[in-house]
């Protein structure tokens, strides 16, 4: 096998744009020497002397490694992938995969809400980003409610309570996501209401959790 006259012809002119293997070859066939040789003669003018390859053994350790950092990328990029997919969708059940939804998990603060009132049990975590007015309330042994009842979450900045959305319990473990479009980057707290359903937009009922953030 030979090289071809458009790659011979850009030896007698540029021999340092030719690939390794391309200068490896050019070397050692005397034949491709010959036909270059006649290029030049047919030019009218003398080519660059040849620029000897580096050695095999000095290029051949350097694609393994090549490899490898190619290997890594993929495998961090399938780490970010799996954690994007794993952790909402089973850790955090019931949250939906989108970008904002993983922006929240990334930069929210957690705070766990305590209960304030003896005639409901039960743990809630929160996921507050107040930059963004989003909740990722987890809930699990929360007591259930009666018929046309309803758990609202509220907001607290600045003395006032700012409405965030409502969910039901039926006592075993859950997660809902919240939104609020007013901004709440001051809110210091979050509280939840037990009110009619479908909610108010002003809290009326009796307070059941309560946490700073």
């Given amino acids: 096998m030979h090289l071809p006259q458009d790659v011979l012809l850009l030896s007698v002119h540029h021999i340092d744009r030719l690939s390794y293997r391309q200068r490896r070859h050019l070397n050692r066939c005397t034949r491709c020497q010959e036909q270059r040789a006649a290029i ?114 509220w907001w607290i900045q600045g003395g006032q309570h700012i409405r965030a959305g409502v969910f039901r319990s039926s006592g075993t473990t859950a997660s809902v996501w919240l939104h609020t479009t007013t901004p709440v980057s001051e809110a210091t707290a979050v509280g939840i209401t037990i009110e009619p359903a479908p909610g108010v937009a002003h809290p009326t009922g009796l307070r059941t959790f309560f946490g700073s953030l």
């Fill in 40 to 153: 030049e003669t047919w030019l009218g003018h003398g080519a660059p002397d040849l620029v000897p390859a580096p050695p095999w053994p000095r290029v051949a350790p350097q694609l393994p490694e090549r490899r490898r950092h190619k290997v890594s990328l993929w495998v961090g990029v399938a780490a970010l992938v799996t954690l994007a997919l794993v952790w909402p969708k089973f850790v955090w059940r019931g949250a939906p995969l989108t970008p904002t939804a993983v922006g929240t998990l990334l930069t929210a603060h957690s705070t766990t809400l305590r209960p304030t009132s003896a005639i409901v049990h039960g743990r809630i975590t929160v996921l507050a980003n107040r930059a963004t007015g989003w909740l990722l309330l987890q809930y699990r042994g929360v007591t259930p409610l009666r018929h046309g009842l309803v758990y609202e979450v």
